[in-house]
Each structure stands twice: as structure tokens, then as C-alpha cells.
């Protein structure tokens, strides 16, 4: 526990968190609607809450272990703040590389409020967490599972795929928006489109977005990427313009002379390997979407759609979609969100009930 | 015209002369961009000039391409061989083919010539080339041992046969050359952890392949030693042949940390990923190899490995790209093994 009073929390997380505004909208009075929201009443800390015949209590699990990849800071700063907000005590073991943006936001916060870091991990820490929440690989996410004892809540946030659907017209908002999810974040996020299907001029659109992404990475150039991300890239951009010589109906569309960004049109419907940082698949419409995305159905995270109607939200949820949204807004989920399906703060808290306290 | 050419290659490969290498290999361009549809097109669609001015500049096909086109620089009914990747990525496998096996043969031999490997008392932990008929690997192994089946100890079946092999690592009269996969050579010891033989001095190891893939790991420096504990070959005497289905010639290293080579009928460049360019002299980078004696599909291919030139000549490999799928002769054989004892 950190000592401090909920208001207090969020107060300090509102306030260290003014100057990351890819962090969401995190004013005070956003953050009270979201505890009260999935919590309603049950974490201040004055007085247990009537909770149907009894009252109730929400005690935060803590100490909290975050296990964080080295793909965004994003998921990172967003667990860290969960586990504030709920009173929990946080360690987070950091990628190897770092992340200098989880170091310079707890720098802003209370010393009360700080949490642990370190690139190698205590092996104490697993032991004490009453909650990991592991952002990582498959493997990463079994390795954590089998150190656990059934009683320690483990929240595993594996690797995820997201995508777009897209019916009706190709207006210039809709490319801006499509060309605005893959940019953001390189890509490296789970709520990054890794292809989407379009039901008609397929090839048009993906003409369409590699002409936005030009325009987006001109403006925001990309920095000369290390040599393993630009082979992985190479390999993939090479073998695809090889298919696209050799194979009907595949066009490559990329940046002259750099890695910044290539647009694939491939007709096949299931989705292909994707090396990511502003690698895009754009796929004609299947007329068996489910069977074109079941390899990959138990991993399906965000769908962004265009448009967004109660048809095709309805096809997203059949299809395994954890969240629905418009295209454009697939990198902005609101802070209500279910991160993977899971309310974010009731999730890291334990419910004591109290009965008989009249 | 084309017998013509494989017996310029063959006699390129017999006395090899550096500056024969580029008009060769732009003779060997022009007629596969002539012969093969497939690179043809994909020459064609990177804009590449009817004739180009170097080696340098002839176009490579990602080493991928054998698993999505049949590249082949003969009429199909003239296939007289076909090689196979082990297609355990579930992209399915890559092919190769071949109109004759004569410059294939030859470069196998005189590349064990050009690095004064010893061949005799071969010992080939892998299947007989009659056993795996796709497997350039073994088939590598039957011109070096001459086809004996007494030399091959893997079974069709992908069987050890431990105790004839302890016989022939036990039987102390001359030297050996052990040539496998190394997983063949994990899984031998692993399979005989007690077994210590001190073998005649002049016995090789050469080893192939990586563990990528198969679900088990050591460093090649423990390798290294566990053959030397076990076998009592030194470092120095293990060597490493880095070669792949999509080729017709191989690089050859020997102990740790030393570059691979290339026998004079090989070039390799090392491609800068972010430019697609030739990347300055001590620079990482993407392994492109050019082979003359891959007259039968195309000359050069672009693999997805990284390696870094070396001043001296050759190559350190640093590994395959993270994007890369696992792949490799080196994880079938495994898999036939684990497959059998599971």
C-alpha cells in the first residue's frame, strides 16, 4: 500500500501525467469517472461501501509485478498507472534496452508513488507479487505462468494481432485514418493494424494509403532503423516484391531508397507474417471472413471498421474482436476500455465483504 | 549452347581464375534471365538492364523464392534432380532443381579439395542419399563417401545406428572424417553420453546447420568442446559448412570465431538492409551470395542472414535476421530423430 488517499493517487498521476498526451486523457476528473466506473465506491478508503446485503471493500492486490516488453512504452506507462490507482505497490521489470519514458514518468511522480524498476529480474519479486500482469510473447507469458502459485493473480497480456474492415466508400478520411493507425507508434503496439480487408477497389485503397503514408513520414521522418529491424524488414519487402513480379493480383507499394513504410496488396484472405514498423497488408474482402481469421481468432485484439454500424460491429464480435472501434481511433482506446477483455482496475484489486455491519 | 556453358563452369571449377569469374557469371545471367520465365519476369519488374556491367549488379532472388516459384533455367522435362528444403516453417518447402548434378557433384569436390579437407573413412550422420532422395545434404555426403551405405548411420527411418557407429568411432586404425548436421552431432552424444573416444590424429568433424527451430539450444563454442570430450577433436578440427538447399557450392570455416570462405567459383556481398545498397567495408548486413555452379536455377540469391565482411577475406555469419522463420536440413533431421525416440 502507498500511503497516499485515491484523490491523492490520481491527483499525482493527472498531474505527472500532463505532458504524455499519448497516454490518453488522464485529467483527475476523467480518472474518477473511470474508478468509479469499474469500482464505483468500493476503493475509497473512508468507510466500506453497501454492496447488495453487505458492504464491501476493494483491496488493491499488491505488490504488483509488471513485466513489460521493449515494444511501446505505452502498455508499460498505462500498467503502471492501473496499479497506482488502485493503491498498489508497483515493480516493473523493464526490456533490456530500457524504456526511458517509464523512468522519466516515475521521476514525476510522489516518491510514495514511484515504483521499482530494473532490467534484470529479482527473483523475489515474482515471489511477492499478489498480481503479474505480463505484456510479452507467448513464451514469455508461459515462463511467468509456470513460476506462479495458483493463488497469485496473473493478467497476460500475449502478443495480439488488430486489423481494419472496410465496406463502402474510400473517402479521404477514412484513408487518413487507416494511414494514421499504422503510423502511430511505429506499429510496435497491439492495437496496430497489421492488414486490412476492403470490400471493393482493394487495390485502389492500398494505392491510396501508401500515398498517405508517404505524406506522414515526410513529415515525421523515420530514424535509420538498427540492423536486425531492417533486415527482418529487407527480407520481408524483398520476397514480397519477388511475388509481386511473379503472382497475379500482388502489388508492393514502398518508400524510395528506406525503410519507412511499404503498403502490400496481397489477395490471398488469410492474413500474411507481418515484420511490422509501417508494414501494411491490404486484402480484398473474403467472402468467409471467419475462416480466414481463424488461425489466428484466440490473438484477435482491436477491429477497427469503416463504417461502424450495427452490422458490422456484430461480424467484428463474431470474428473474436476483444474491442470495436472506428478506423482512425484504433490507436486511442478510452481510459474505460477492457484492456484484452478485462476491466483494467477491478482486475488488480481483491473484494473483501463485510457482513453484519448493519 | 547451354552444354557449353556447364563445361566452362566445370572447367572454371577445376582451374579456377579470378578473372574469368565476371564474364562467366554475366554469361550465366544472360542465359537465365533468357531461360527461366520466372527470373525473367522478376528481372524484368526490378527494371534491370538487358545487359549489366558487373557481377555486382546481377539481380538476386530472396532465398524465399524457391518456395513460391519453380525456378528453373531448363525445360521442366529435363529435371534429372530435385532438391528440397525441409519445409518445417509451415510455408511449405522450398525446391531446387537440376537438368544434371555434374557441376553440383564438382563443386563439392573441389571445394573439399580447395580447403584440403580429408575425405577417407567417411563417417555421415545422416541418411544415405537412396534414403532421402531430397536431401542435398546427403546427397553432399554420397559423392564425399562415394555412395558406400557402409559410411551413412541414420536409417531411413531417421534410426541411429549407435552401435554400428561405436564400432567404426572405436575401431582405431586411421583417421575419420564425421561429417552431420549439428543436431546429428547433439543428438549422438546426447544419445551416447558415456561413450570417449580418442580419435587418430588428422579426424575432422565438419558440422551443419543451426539449432534454430528445433526447440533446443547449445553455443557452438560447447559443441566444440563436447566433441573434443568425447571425441578428441580439437577446435581447430571441427569445421563448420554454411550452405543451404537453394545453392550448388558451400562456405566452409573452421574452429570458432574464424570467417567462412568461399571457394574461388563463390562471390557474396553484404547488403546494407536500409538501403538495399552494397554496405561499407566492416559493416553488418545482409548475406548475398553469388554462385556459378547454380547455372540450373539462378546465380544469386539473397539470403536473410547477417554477416559482416572480413579484411582478410570471407565472412563472420552473425545469424539469421529475427524476421527470418526457422528453416534448415539441420531441423529436419532433428525432427526425424526426436520423431523416432518420442
Not at chain 2, 564425421?178 to 558415456?194: I, S, V, Y
Not at chain 2, 540469391?301 to 570471407?314: F, K, N, S, V, Y
Amino acid at each position: 500500500m502507498t500511503g497516499m488517499k485515491l484523490d491523492d493517487r490520481i491527483g499525482a498521476v493527472a498531474s505527472a501525467a500532463v505532458d504524455y498526451p499519448w497516454l490518453g486523457d488522464l485529467r483527475a476528473e476523467n480518472i474518477l469517472r473511470w474508478v468509479a466506473l469499474e469500482l464505483g465506491e468500493l476503493l475509497r478508503e473512508a468507510e466500506p461501501a453497501e454492496y447488495g446485503r453487505q458492504h464491501c471493500f476493494a483491496q488493491p492486490l499488491t505488490p504488483i509485478l509488471h513485466v513489460v516488453g521493449g515494444n511501446t512504452p505505452h502498455a508499460a506507462l498505462q500498467s503502471l498507472i492501473r496499479g497506482i490507482i488502485v493503491g498498489a505497490r508497483n515493480r516493473m521489470k523493464l526490456p533490456q534496452g530500457g524504456l526511458p519514458e517509464v523512468d522519466e514518468f516515475s521521476l514525476r511522480l510522489p516518491s510514495a508513488l514511484r515504483p521499482e524498476l530494473a532490467v534484470q529480474l529479482d527473483p523475489g519479486w515474482a515471489q511477492d507479487a499478489e498480481a503479474v500482469v505480463v505484456y510479452g510473447s507467448d513464451e514469455t507469458v508461459r515462463e511467468f505462468s509456470q513460476r506462479l502459485l495458483p493463488a497469485q493473480r496473473l493478467l497476460a497480456h500475449g502478443h495480439k494481432i488488430s486489423f481494419g474492415l472496410i465496406w463502402g466508400s474510400l473517402e479521404q478520411g477514412l484513408v487518413d485514418g487507416a494511414a494514421r493507425d499504422v503510423f502511430v507508434f511505429d506499429q510496435l503496439g497491439c492495437l496496430s493494424p497489421q492488414f486490412y480487408y476492403v470490400a471493393g477497389d482493394s487495390e485502389g485503397f492500398a494505392s491510396l494509403l501508401a500515398r498517405r503514408l508517404e505524406e506522414l513520414c515526410l513529415a515525421t521522418p523515420v530514424t535509420r532503423r538498427g540492423q536486425e529491424i531492417a533486415a527482418a524488414l529487407r527480407g520481408c519487402r524483398e520476397e514480397w516484391k519477388f511475388r509481386a513480379a511473379t503472382e497475379p493480383g500482388i502489388v508492393v507499394w514502398e518508400s524510395a531508397g528506406t525503410l519507412d513504410w511499404v503498403v502490400i496488396h496481397d489477395p490471398a484472405a488469410v492474413p500474411a507474417a507481418n515484420p511490422l514498423h509501417r508494414t501494411i497488408f491490404v486484402k480484398p474482402m473474403p467472402s468467409e471472413l471467419g475462416s480466414a481469421l481463424a488461425p489466428i481468432r484466440h490473438q484477435i485484439s482491436t477491429v477497427g471498421l469503416h463504417p461502424v454500424s450495427l452490422e458490422s460491429v456484430r461480424q467484428a464480435i463474431r470474428l473474436g474482436a476483444q474491442r470495436v472501434c472506428r478506423i482512425g481511433q484504433m490507436q486511442n482506446p478510452p481510459l474505460t476500455w477492457h484492456h484484452d477483455g478485462w476491466p483494467t482496475l477491478a482486475s488488480l484489486v481483491r473484494y473483501v465483504d463485510i457482513e453484519g455491519l448493519g | 549452347m547451354m552444354a557449353s556453358l556447364e563445361t566452362e563452369i566445370l572447367r572454371f571449377l577445376n582451374e579456377p581464375s579470378e578473372d574469368k569469374f565476371e564474364p562467366l557469371a554475366l554469361a550465366v545471367f544472360e542465359y537465365q534471365r533468357r531461360q527461366n520465365p520466372v527470373y525473367a519476369s522478376y528481372c524484368e519488374f526490378l527494371g534491370t538492364p538487358q545487359q549489366v556491367g558487373s557481377w555486382k549488379s546481377i539481380p538476386s532472388v530472396p532465398q524465399q523464392a524457391f518456395k513460391r516459384s519453380e525456378l528453373r533455367s531448363f525445360a521442366i522435362e529435363q529435371t534429372r534432380a530435385e532438391f528440397r528444403t525441409s519445409g518445417t516453417t509451415g510455408e511449405g518447402y522450398g525446391k531446387h532443381f537440376f537438368q544434371s548434378l555434374r557441376l553440383y557433384e564438382a563443386a563439392v569436390q573441389r571445394s573439399w579439395d580447395f580447403f584440403r579437407l580429408p575425405r577417407h573413412n567417411f563417417v555421415a550422420l545422416m541418411q544415405h542419399p537412396d534414403d532421402a532422395p531430397f536431401s542435398s545434404l546427403c546427397r553432399m555426403g554420397g559423392f564425399l563417401a562415394d555412395f558406400k551405405r557402409e559410411c551413412f548411420f541414420i536409417t531411413r527411418n531417421g534410426c541411429l545406428e549407435l552401435d554400428r557407429l561405436k564400432d567404426r568411432l572405436t575401431d582405431r586404425g586411421k583417421p575419420l572424417t564425421l561429417f552431420g548436421t549439428a543436431l546429428a552431432f547433439l543428438n549422438l552424444m546426447e544419445q551416447a553420453p558415456n561413450l570417449r573416444v580418442e580419435l587418430r590424429p588428422g579426424s575432422i568433424a565438419m558440422e551443419t546447420g543451426g539449432f534454430k527451430g528445433s526447440g533446443r539450444d547449445i553455443g557452438k563454442r560447447e559443441l566444440y568442446d563436447r566433441l573434443f570430450g568425447q571425441f578428441g577433436i580439437t577446435t581447430d578440427s571441427v569445421w563448420n559448412e554454411y550452405g543451404m538447399t537453394e545453392l550448388s557450392s558451400q562456405f566452409y570455416s573452421y574452429g570458432l570465431n574464424r570467417p567462412h570462405r568461399s571457394p574461388p567459383w563463390m562471390k557474396f556481398l553484404i547488403i546494407d538492409p536500409n538501403t538495399n545498397e552494397e554496405a561499407p567495408p566492416g559493416e553488418v548486413g545482409l548475406l548475398r551470395i553469388f554462385d556459378l555452379a547454380n547455372l540450373w536455377s539462378v546465380l544469386a540469391i539473397q539470403t536473410r542472414d547477417l554477416a559482416i565482411a572480413q579484411p582478410e577475406g570471407g565472412f563472420l555469419l552473425l545469424g539469421r535476421d529475427p524476421g527470418a522463420l526457422p528453416r534448415g536440413c539441420s531441423r529436419a533431421v532433428d525432427q526425424l530423430l526426436q520423431l523416432i525416440r518420442d
